[in-house]
Each structure stands twice: as C-alpha cells, then as structure tokens.
C-alpha cells in the first residue's frame, strides 16, 4: 500500500515558540492532504483539508492563524503549530488521498507534540 | 464534530472468544473503513468496506454494512492477546472532485484477556 511519513515523531518544545510538522506521501502524488489531532483516551479529529496549491479548509472551532498548514507540493504538507501552549500538546496524525473513485487515504505514523 | 458513534465504548473478552464492535453514522457515505491503534501509535488500516457492498472479509476479521440502517459491525474471531488496542470505524464522506475527508468514530477500547 501507499506510505505516507511524518516528521518528527515526538517534538518537545517550550510554550510560546513554534512547531513545523511534515507530512509527505513517499510513493504516489496525493491531491489531498488531512490533518488530525488526537488528545489521549479520545479519537482523531479532522483539523484542516488542504488541496496542493490552494488554500485549507478548517474545520469548526480550529484557528486557521495558528495551525498554518501549506500543501505546496503533491508530495508534501506541512502543518506549523504557531506559539503553542501545553494545551496544544496533542498526537497530531496527517494523511493523504487522492480524488476519484473510492478515495481511500493513507495515514502517516502520527507525530507526538509535547508543549512544556 | 465525530460523524460516527461506537458501541460499546470498552470491550473485555477472554482469548479465543469473538469480539464485535458496533459503528452507526449519520450522512451518506462513499467507504467506511476500520483502523485498529495501539495505545499511543499510529492507526492501522483493517479493512474498507464500500458503499455498495455488504460484507467484507478479511483474515480473523468481518465487517458488515448497512447502509439504510447507517451502520457497520467489525467482528473479530478467536481473539488474540494482541487484538488488545482501541478500534475505530471512519467514514468517507461522498464527493468525487478531490479527496473526501474522512470522520472518525469515537473508538472502542478493547482488552482480551488472557
């Protein structure tokens, strides 16, 4: 199946400085990316839709000011956490599908993000 | 917002017993999918089952769907110690111009023991 990787899988850092996560599709051109995120004991829940070259689409209630996503590429996407507090700690999962037809997705291992 | 609801919430059984795991949703759909994740990593991919089909196998697993009910059942047979993790169904939502994003179920926590 299609391999989709995250970078870094556990990022440490202090509250009010920024995070850059990367999401890319190793073996197959994803016109769409999905970014979740993921609080211990509870399911995933979609933050962003981000189409190559265009803007994301947030869901309701995530601030788009501090979740920047960017999808610049069919290979990658990336989601900055700007002046991350501890409750922004969080498991952080991104994947990636393409259009057409049954539109499955590929998950990535997900990214642990520990805001002290 | 979570599109799917799971029953039960938590599942103990003992090894070798089946496990079945209940999945109902709200809107129309394209898939539901089944991911298995264990504690703290990342999801694996079970199985998919499309709109228009009705069960789908695979290995010790089974799903089920019903559409006009709006609900799926995984059921797993002579469960295994390592079946012990947190199971979630996902739906795909219909659309065809781009990839359709996926909604989460809200998971059920299951423990075989041993």
């Known amino acids: 199946g299609a391999v989709v990787s995250q970078h870094p899988s556990r990022v440490i850092c202090k509250s009010g400085t920024s995070v850059k996560i990367e999401c890319r599709s190793l073996?197959?051109?994803?016109?769409?990316m999905f970014w979740y995120r993921q609080f211990p004991k509870q399911s995933l829940m979609l933050m962003a839709t981000?189409?190559?070259?265009?803007?994301?689409?947030?869901e309701q209630g995530v601030e788009k000011d501090k979740f920047l996503i960017n999808h610049a590429s069919l290979t990658l996407s990336t989601l900055t956490v700007t002046s991350a507090h501890p409750e922004d700690s969080s498991f952080y999962i991104c994947?990636?599908?393409?259009?057409?037809?049954?539109?499955?997705?590929?998950f990535g291992p997900g990214t642990r993000l520990t805001v002290l | 917002s979570q599109q799917g609801e799971e029953d039960p919430q938590a599942l103990s059984i003992q090894e070798g017993e089946n496990a079945t795991m209940n999945c109902s949703y709200k809107?129309?759909?394209?898939?539901l999918q089944w991911y298995r994740q264990n504690s703290g990593r990342g999801l694996v991919h079970l199985i998919l089952?499309?709109?228009?089909?009705r069960e789908k196998h695979s290995g010790r697993l089974r799903v089920t769907l019903d559409t006009s009910k709006k609900s799926s059942s995984l059921l797993i047979t002579a469960s295994r110690a390592a079946d012990t993790a947190s199971y979630f169904c996902?739906?795909?939502?219909?659309?065809?111009?781009?990839?359709?994003?996926?909604?989460f179920g809200s998971g059920t926590r299951l423990s075989i023991r041993p």
């Open positions: 994947s990636a599908g393409t259009s057409g037809g049954w539109n499955e997705q590929f």
């Open positions: 996902a739906t795909g939502l219909r659309g065809y111009s781009s990839a359709s994003k996926i909604i």
């Open positions: 073996d197959f051109q994803a016109t769409t």
């Open positions: 981000s189409n190559e070259g265009s803007k994301a689409t947030y």
């Open positions: 089952i499309r709109s228009n089909e």
């Open positions: 809107t129309s759909i394209n898939n």
